[in-house]
């Protein structure tokens, strides 16, 4: 038996409990993990409190990346107590994920620990901050550099916006985030790396198809009208790494940004990633992140109030990372 956060259905609404879970239970997989940590992030959150439609097959472990020790393998890619990091894959979603002490997973889903992290770290970044670092591997790798302009950061207070803005500042850009609550989350924002915080209301007015030249360079986490706003006030041959759909599917642009002033939109998926390049971008995390932003952008808390913190999260009262110890 191990402890696991998990969801069950009842007339249609979820219902998430701490539960003790046979071994039986696990789902198929060549790699089996004693899970040490986990990571609460937004998706994770709209899951468990069944305020999003993630989870379409019950029971159903939550959490969409993990860190921990493999216990048993029939890959022959790891042994038994290697260190592994899996992030995205649908884990948490479509098969068992994190927040449980054990997982029963695809080896080629799992990437070695990466030197100088260790398992509390690694989630510190987690799938969010992964995702971060290929937003703005695009941006470096489109040629954009720092003396072109300011880089804009749209969710700024979330996982990718958060780590976004560390990396930035890292790499020596001016990053300019946005926030829907600058009050509350200036004073962070700019202690990570920020030249100076937008409010997100600025950028919530109707596009014109094209706008004042603002930005050489964007980190989208958002979508949708606030993307479009973006797009429209990017500088020529401006790049926007785009990731998120928190405003939802429709993007209600025009071709002008990208035919008269060459912008260019690139999509950053964390699951659609080649393993080389997945492994490159946890070796620059570890190379680039201070030890600052671990005292800084995440919080650790227990499995056992991952339930009020996924409430959290979903209404917005929460900053930066949530890890999970197991």
Not at 48 to 73: E, W
Request: charged share 20%; proline share 4%.
């Amino acid at each position: 038996m191990f402890k696991a956060l998990l969801l069950n259905q009842e007339d249609k609404k979820t219902i998430a409990t701490i539960s003790q879970v046979d071994e039986a239970q696990l789902p198929e997989g060549n790699v089996k993990i004693d899970v040490k940590y986990s990571s609460l992030n937004f998706k994770d959150g709209l899951a468990i409190t069944g305020k999003g439609k993630i989870i379409r097959n019950f029971p159903m472990v939550p959490g969409i990346d993990l860190a921990g020790v493999v216990s048993q393998s029939e890959d022959p890619r790891y042994k038994e107590g290697d260190e592994v990091v899996l992030t995205g894959w649908g884990v948490g979603e479509n098969h068992w994920g994190g927040m449980a002490e054990k997982a029963s997973l695809n080896g080629d889903w799992l990437v070695p620990m990466p030197a100088g992290l260790d398992a509390e770290k690694v989630m510190a970044i987690g799938t969010a901050g992964f995702t971060a670092m290929l937003c703005v591997q695009a941006i470096v790798d489109a040629g954009v550099k720092p003396e072109d302009g300011e880089v804009l950061v749209t969710g700024a207070s979330g996982g990718v916006g958060s780590v976004s803005v560390t990396l930035l500042n890292q790499l020596g850009y001016k990053v300019a985030a946005v926030t829907g609550r600058a009050a509350e989350n200036g004073e962070l924002l700019t202690s990570l790396g920020a030249s100076r915080i937008v409010e997100r209301s600025e950028l919530e007015e109707p596009a014109k198809p094209l706008e004042r030249q603002v930005w050489a360079a964007a980190v989208d986490t958002v979508g949708s009208k606030l993307l479009s706003k973006v797009l429209a006030q990017m500088n020529y041959n401006g790049v926007v790494a785009a990731c998120g759909l928190a405003g939802g599917f429709d993007l209600p642009t025009t071709v002008m940004p990208f035919i008269l002033r060459n912008v260019r939109l690139q999509g950053v998926d964390s699951v659609m990633c080649p393993r080389e390049k997945r492994i490159k971008a946890w070796e620059q995390l570890s190379e680039l992140l201070p030890a600052s932003y671990f005292e800084q952008a995440s919080k650790t808390i227990a499995l056992e109030e991952a339930i009020q913190a996924a409430e959290d999260i979903t209404n917005g009262a929460v900053t930066g990372r949530v890890t999970i110890k197991i």
